[in-house]
């Protein structure tokens, strides 16, 4: 008798505690939640429609017919907008200026190789708040150093190239 007493007690709390909220979520679909095919869900099946999409092109396409020529000099012209302008307007428009420029700042400040154009002090300009002439607003130019790395590279390449070295015979 203890024992299916105990058993009968046990069911009838857990059957409580399945009455309890939070004890356990039921796991139900429903119709609210946007997921899977919602959108058919709600408004029907999708059905692919008749229009077409029409783009710029389509839309300013006027047929001439087939022995209408091209118009050359309005392709010209397109093309050379859409291409933009060439590196020597944005490059060259102040001429050589900037011609040389190739010591780095490495080379200025652990190689020794000062800009001859900086006077030997600078001023304090209360204007723009800062010491002038800056180096970086007067660039060293002339050519770089060259330690030989490149051009030892170059032949140990083009030995490559030729073919195999064979050593030790």
Same mark, same amino acid.
């Given at each position: 008798?203890?024992?299916?007493?105990?058993?009968?007690?046990?069911?009838?709390?857990?059957?409580?505690?399945?009455?309890?909220?939070?004890?356990?979520?039921?796991?139900?679909?429903?119709?609210?939640?946007?997921?899977?095919?919602?959108?058919?869900?709600?408004?029907?099946?999708?059905?692919?429609? *008749?229009?077409?999409?029409?783009?710029?092109?389509?839309?300013?396409?006027?047929?001439?017919?087939?022995?209408?020529?091209?118009?050359?000099?309005?392709?010209?012209?397109?093309?050379?907008?859409?291409?933009?302008?060439?590196?020597?307007?944005?490059?060259?428009?102040?001429?050589?200026?900037?011609?040389?420029?190739?010591?780095?700042?490495?080379?200025?400040?652990?190689?020794?190789?000062? *800009?001859?154009?900086?006077?030997?002090?600078?001023?304090?300009?209360?204007?723009?708040?800062?010491?002038?002439?800056?180096?970086?607003?007067?660039?060293?130019?002339?050519?770089?150093?060259?330690?030989?790395?490149?051009?030892?590279?170059?032949?140990?390449?083009?030995?490559?190239?030729?073919?195999?070295?064979?050593?030790?015979?």
């Amino acid at each position: 008798y203890y024992i299916t007493n105990n058993l009968s007690m046990v069911h009838s709390s857990d059957a409580a505690k399945w009455q309890l909220p939070g004890w356990r979520i039921e796991q139900s679909y429903s119709r609210k939640c946007l997921i899977g095919n919602w959108e058919e869900d709600r408004r029907g099946k999708f059905v692919k429609g *008749n229009e077409v999409a029409t783009s710029s092109h389509r839309q300013d396409y006027k047929p001439y017919g087939t022995d209408v020529k091209p118009d050359t000099a309005v392709r010209r012209n397109a093309l050379s907008k859409s291409e933009g302008l060439g590196k020597d307007y944005l490059f060259r428009h102040h001429g050589d200026a900037h011609e040389g420029n190739i010591i780095s700042w490495y080379d200025v400040d652990y190689n020794g190789r000062a *800009n001859k154009e900086l006077p030997e002090k600078r001023t304090w300009d209360p204007h723009k708040l800062c010491w002038l002439p800056e180096t970086s607003d007067v660039p060293t130019k002339g050519q770089g150093s060259k330690f030989g790395l490149a051009d030892k590279l170059r032949a140990k390449w083009a030995a490559e190239a030729e073919g195999p070295v064979i050593t030790g015979q």
